[in-house]
């Protein structure tokens, strides 16, 4: 199942008109997938940015154009691979560092996505990217096979991870299978699946964006809504992170941050405070 087809399942089964997902699943992948619905789908670019975390099985000895089990084989190789030396490659890919994304990705090059080229039998050049990871931990080892545990920043491609890590240790690698146990703030254990969520209970959006917040005074509210921008020591905003925005109540008014003394505004919700739209939330 797409991330696309789990979206219009969660539209229709709510009774929604709009819903969309805070971060695309590859179709191989189970797991956590966070989605808005309502004046919630407003939220969503900024669950896209948040951290994840994920189990990954890889398989030595085995390359494919796709970097997962999906793919064409394009190499073979004999598997002589101790644990230590994948041990030693794991703690080498740990830290800020860059990415080239696979082919095989939506990644638009040319105002064409990368697996469009694939598919028409292109390979053309990527520019790296920064990516963090932040755990890589080996869970077990049964060569072939292996399955690690990863905490990474958004954009990290945990099949060119898999990849990468077979290259290090000489036998080459393909992602076979991948959970997804973390998004944000979202985890496995809260997770509720398609054929329950009759009993689902929806997260205000502003529970659902791990941001810094600022109590907004009701003598300003109004001005808030209607995007006036407002000094923004005003409004407790300062430095260069994103802030969401509270009436004194706890109800989100808006993301924004600072820029030039003044407050930008990402994201208003007059929808929240009193003109709900659906039924927002994630």
Do not use: N, W
């Amino acid at each position: 199942m797409s991330s696309a087809t789990a979206v219009d399942h969660v539209r229709r089964t709510l009774g929604v008109a709009r819903a969309g997902h805070g971060g695309t699943l590859d179709p191989i992948a189970t797991g956590v997938l966070p989605i808005c619905v309502g004046a919630g789908t407003k939220i969503a670019q900024f669950l896209l940015a948040d951290d994840k975390a994920y189990i990954a099985d890889g398989v030595l000895g085995i390359e494919t154009d796709t970097l997962d089990r999906t793919g064409r084989v394009t190499g073979e190789r004999a598997v002589s691979v101790s644990r230590d030396a994948l041990v030693r490659a794991l703690e080498a890919h740990l830290g800020a560092q860059t990415q080239i994304p696979p082919m095989y990705s939506a990644i638009k090059q040319g105002g064409v996505r990368l697996y469009d080229r694939a598919r028409a039998g292109e390979e053309v050049e990527r520019a790296p990217r920064a990516i963090r990871i932040d755990r890589l931990e080996l869970l077990a080892f049964e060569p072939p096979r292996f399955r690690i545990a990863v905490a990474c920043s958004k954009g990290t491609y945990i099949r060119s991870l898999v990849a990468d890590i077979g290259q290090a240790v000489a036998a080459g690698a393909h992602l076979a299978e991948l959970r997804r146990t973390r998004s944000g703030r979202f985890t496995i254990e809260q997770a509720v699946t398609l054929d329950r969520l009759g009993e689902a209970t929806l997260i205000p959006p502003d529970q659902a964006i791990d941001l810094a917040r600022a109590t907004v005074p009701a003598a300003l509210v109004a001005q808030v809504l209607s995007g006036v921008q407002l000094p923004a020591d005003a409004l407790g905003v300062a430095g260069d992170e994103q802030f969401k925005l509270l009436d004194e109540t706890g109800r989100l008014l808006a993301v924004v941050h600072a820029e030039t003394g003044r407050t930008v505004y990402d994201r208003v919700f007059p929808e929240l405070t009193g003109r709900r739209e659906g039924r927002p939330g994630a």
